[in-house]
């Protein structure tokens, strides 16, 4: 097996319609022949991601590998909140904004939705 001071790099394959970021570790040593990812994630959802894996050695030949396609959706709603115009939860969780009868109030609600 390879092993450390081996590294796998992950990359998401380029796309200039998308403004995402691939988050989390994406580099890691090489442990009893294998880099194990545990958190990583995209911040923007799209369909057809790919991501590339390069083995960052001074040895020659293949050293690179990428994933299948995949999507990155929402889940489905999972709970609401209340918030307040800046998106931000409410600090007693009540309703937003003060009101004068006919007219919009002053502090619009907004709710937060969630997915799990």
Known sequence: WIDSPV???????GRVDIPDTLQGRASLPIVDGRASFTDLGINFMALG?????????LYQGIN?????????IAGAPHHLGM??????????????GRAV???????QPSILVRDS
């Not at 009868?101 to 502090?107: R, V, Y």
């Open 49 to 57: 991601y790919v991501l590339d894996f390069k083995v960052v050695t």
């Open 64 to 72: 690179e590998v990428a994933s299948s396609a995949f999507d990155v």
């Open 83 to 96: 918030g307040n115009t800046f998106g931000k939860p409410s600090v007693n969780g009540t309703y937003p």
């Open 101 to 107: 009868p006919g007219f919009p109030m002053i502090a």
């Open 7 to 13: 590294t796998v790099v992950a990359q998401i394959r």
